[in-house]
Each structure stands twice: as structure tokens, then as C-alpha cells.
């Protein structure tokens, strides 16, 4: 059985042990995606730059730091080996702190929307990523929610303080490939710590890389795209 996460498609091939495993906890695969739905709200309605970039950033600290250290502590057979718990909890607080505070500089402001998405992002991180509830939320339907849907609401509200008809249709778009990167990831875990076969869990791997890299990829055309017409 592998346990070990640093033979990961996404983790560095190249460099020290420190410098894998944190490129490697990140999942900048994964994160990029959330990121991307956050830009899909912002272009849903009238953005500005500045905004963009802050509900981005504090994604990446919410989700890409701090939901991930959180999951190496709630997981039960610690796959990225033995981390100090210490360092991955002042880790994970550090950088809610931080995404808390940038969302309530814009709560106070005009986005008052962010404070109710804020809170049950923050409830999802805890219970989803820690496993708490004896794992009842842990699973599918909260992380196509948490993962998928909310950050695009988020990317609207921050901008306008309200979610267009086209904000819906791109949190079912963002949804549904969340929920495909989920459902093929678990097989995908399961596969490589059963020491399956290259070629079986090597086509999970692909349509892992393949979701990932149109979403990101789509996102930073239509995001190029987008400013191109307005110029």
C-alpha cells in the first residue's frame, strides 16, 4: 500500500525534501481551480482588478494553505510522512487569519454578501478537512459546495455585492467539474495506495490533469480575452 503523497503528478520532481512536500501540500493543481471559479464570479458581473486579486488571494490562503494543512492533520494515515502538527496548525490559523481579514475589510466596506459565504466556507474548512461529525461532511456534496459553487459567488459578491443570472450558470459549471474532480480523485487515491497497475490509475491521473488544465487554462484565455475587448 502507498501512503507516501510525494510520488503525486503535481508535486516537483526536482529539489529538496521541504521544498516538494510544501509545493506538493499545496495541491496547486486543485487550488489553481478554485482560484479560477473566484475569477468566474468576478467576470460575472462588473469587476474591478483590485478586487479580483484580493478575493483570489484570500482563496489561496483559505483553501490553498489552510483548508490543505488542516487535511494533513484530519487524515488518519498522514501521506505527506511525519510534519510538526504545531507548524501545520500555525500554519492553517495564519493564513485564516489573514483571509479573514481581507474579507471583512470588504464586509465593512460595501460586500456585506461575503459575510454568510464567509461563514459557511469556514465551517466546510474545519468539518470537511478535520473530519468533523464523525465525518459527516466529509464528502462529495460538500466539497462540490465549498470548492465549487461558493468561490464563484464569492468572485460576484466582492465585485458587486450581488450574484447575476450568469453567476448561477457559471457555479453549476464550476460545480459539476468539481464534482468530476472529486469522484475521479478518490478512485484515483484508492488505486495508488492499493499499488494498482501503471496503466489503470494512470488514466484517472490524466482526467485529473485534464479538468485541472482546461479550467485554469480556460480561465486565464477568457480572463485575457475578456480585458482584450474592453480595451
Known amino acids: 500500500m ?7 503528478w503535481f508535486v516537483p520532481k526536482f529539489g529538496p525534501r ?24 468576478s467576470l460575472s458581473v462588473e469587476s474591478s ?3 479580483l486579486l484580493s478575493i483570489g488571494l484570500l482563496y489561496f490562503f483559505a483553501i490553498g494553505i489552510s483548508a490543505h494543512c488542516l487535511d494533513a492533520l484530519g487524515s488518519k494515515k498522514r501521506p505527506w510522512g511525519d ?6 496548525w500555525l500554519a492553517s490559523i495564519i493564513s485564516l487569519i489573514l483571509s479573514f481579514s481581507i474579507g471583512m475589510y470588504y464586509v ?6 461575503l459575510f454568510p459565504i464567509g461563514a459557511i466556507e469556514i465551517f466546510f474548512l474545519f468539518a470537511y478537512n478535520l473530519e468533523l461529525f464523525n465525518g459527516k461532511f466529509h464528502n462529495n456534496a460538500s466539497f462540490v459546495i465549498s470548492w465549487g459553487i461558493l468561490p464563484v459567488f464569492a468572485g460576484a459578491v466582492i465585485q458587486s455585492n450581488s450574484i447575476s443570472f450568469e453567476t448561477i450558470i457559471f457555479s453549476i459549471i464550476a460545480g459539476l467539474a ?10 484515483y487515491k484508492i ?7 501503471y496503466e489503470i ?20 484565455f477568457f480572463f485575457v480575452l475578456r480585458h482584450l475587448l474592453i480595451v
Open 191 to 197: 488505486l495508488k495506495q492499493q499499488n494498482a497497475p
Open 2 to 8: 502507498q501512503n507516501d503523497r510525494l510520488s503525486e
Open 83 to 88: 510534519l510538526s502538527r504545531t507548524n501545520l
Open 49 to 51: 482588478l483590485d478586487r
Open 201 to 220: 490509475f494512470y488514466k484517472k491521473e490524466i482526467i485529473l490533469k485534464l479538468v485541472s488544465s482546461i479550467v485554469i487554462f480556460g480561465t486565464i
Open 108 to 113: 465593512f466596506l460595501d460586500s456585506w454578501m
Open 178 to 187: 468539481s464534482y468530476i474532480l472529486i469522484t475521479v480523485s478518490r478512485k
Open 18 to 41: 521541504n521544498f516538494r512536500l510544501t509545493v506538493g501540500i499545496l495541491f496547486l493543481p486543485y487550488t489553481g481551480m478554485v482560484i479560477s471559479f473566484v475569477i468566474w464570479g
